[in-house]
């Protein structure tokens, strides 16, 4: 008997004669009890009609044997892929992050590049850090990069050859509120550009100063550089953070948006809701979380980008295809010649695609056979492929007497 208070003997039965999965019948249950909760009587006779229904509607979703599903995804994708833009647009709802969307960001996705042309976060917070903004502002300022001109005003004396710092207290209380003594930032700024340039940091009240050993205008400028590459508390790849307060479940909490990504420096920070946060870098997901949150980055940002151009009529079965294919063999690999379409066992299929003459080339210097089991080669060789019908034979044979 199932665990649902509605569902008669003879209920489960009529479940339990289809062929349909066991998640599918689960959901053919909660229905079922749904249903007569609701009403107070389910009949048998409804209760058929109803699984009747969803088995039909599984067999028509169901794909024919031999059907090239692969190619029906291709098309699926590549077809709307030609009404998207080439723009970038601001994220949806958070002003001053730029990301790729559109079909560059498409073509990102399935080249599977390193790093996105505008990386970002989504931070979620948990607990008093998701609806305190102070607190919230702590993991702020745990995350982005926190330079000199954030905590000052920088100067430089020609006449002196020095480089002056003006700090800013109230900034320096804010971001930095139980290391915000003057001297430590005087500290960090010597210990890192003296070990390049040799030079001692003065520091007197809430002016730092200091300059090269030997006057010199360009190791001026070079000491004014140095110093604005230090980032005295923070990561030093995240640029920028924006906070917004957005409706989560029927509740109100902070959410963090980040301009640059960290992931796994990200996640280690105190406050920060590990199970919920996530980031446009596939590669960064896959080093942290493993292939199969890669797998469902693929699927999930491959979705909302299609649906941000108005193109949310693929269906999601052919992203996944996609997904599985990039992510089938525990690593992540391009849909292109240095990834899938290039390491295909078939000559013909990788000659197809691109540098043809160099697959070729090698293909016979090395005495490759290709056995024509797909159907871009058959497609080359003139045969017919081996999908659907062409991959039925039919022989004509002859009934012996006596057989039944």
């Known amino acids: 008997m199932t665990e649902y208070d509605h569902v008669t003997d003879d209920m489960e039965a009529v479940v339990e004669a289809t062929e349909l999965p066991r998640r599918l019948k689960e959901k053919v249950y909660a229905a079922l009890d749904r249903k007569a ?21 599984y067999e028509q979703t169901r794909v024919d044997p031999l059907d090239p599903v692969g190619t029906v995804s291709a098309q699926s994708i590549g077809e709307p892929g030609t009404q998207m833009t080439m723009n970038t647009f601001h994220y949806a709802g958070v002003a001053e992050i730029d990301v790729t969307q559109g079909l560059p960001r498409l073509i990102e996705l399935v080249d599977a590049r390193k790093t996105p042309d505008t990386p970002m976060m989504t931070v979620y917070l948990e607990d008093e850090y998701a609806t305190d903004r102070e607190k919230a502002h702590e993991v702020v300022w745990s995350i982005e990069a926190t330079r000199i001109l954030a905590l000052g005003d920088v100067s430089t004396n020609v006449a002196d050859m020095l480089v002056r710092i003006d700090l800013n207290d109230d900034t320096l209380l804010e971001r930095w509120p139980t290391h915000s003594n003057p001297s430590e930032i005087a500290e960090i700024i010597a210990e890192t550009i003296e070990d390049a340039l040799g030079v001692d940091a003065r520091q007197s009240g809430t002016v730092i100063e200091f300059g090269p050993n030997e006057p010199s205008y360009r190791e001026l400028l070079q000491l004014v550089e140095r110093l604005r590459e230090i980032v005295f508390k923070g990561i030093e790849e995240i640029e920028r953070v ?28 105190e406050g920060v809701d590990a199970s919920r946060s996530t980031c446009n870098n596939i590669h960064e997901i896959y080093r942290n979380l493993g292939v199969e949150a890669a797998r469902e980055t693929i699927i999930d940002e491959t979705k909302n980008t299609l649906e941000e151009q108005g ?18 063999n525990g690593e992540i690999e391009s849909i292109g010649r240095h990834g899938i379409s290039g390491n295909k066992d078939s000559v013909l299929a990788r000659a197809a695609f691109e540098v043809t003459v160099n697959h070729l080339l090698d293909a016979a210097v090395h005495g490759e056979y290709d056995e024509l089991d797909g159907g871009i080669e058959n497609v080359i060789a003139g045969k017919p492929i081996s999908m659907g019908t062409g991959d039925v034979d039919l022989r004509m044979g002859s009934r012996v007497a006596g057989d039944d």
């Open 311 to 328: 193109l949310d009529d693929v269906n999601v079965r052919h992203l996944m295809l996609v997904a599985d294919i990039m992510t089938n």
């Open 37 to 57: 909760e609701e009403t107070g009587e389910v009949t048998i006779e409804q209760a058929t009609d109803i699984v009747e229904g969803v088995r039909n509607r």
């Open 242 to 269: 924006v906070i917004r307060k957005e409706e989560i479940d029927g509740d109100e909490e902070f959410v963090l948006y980040t301009e640059g990504s960290a992931f796994g420096d990200t996640l280690a920070i």
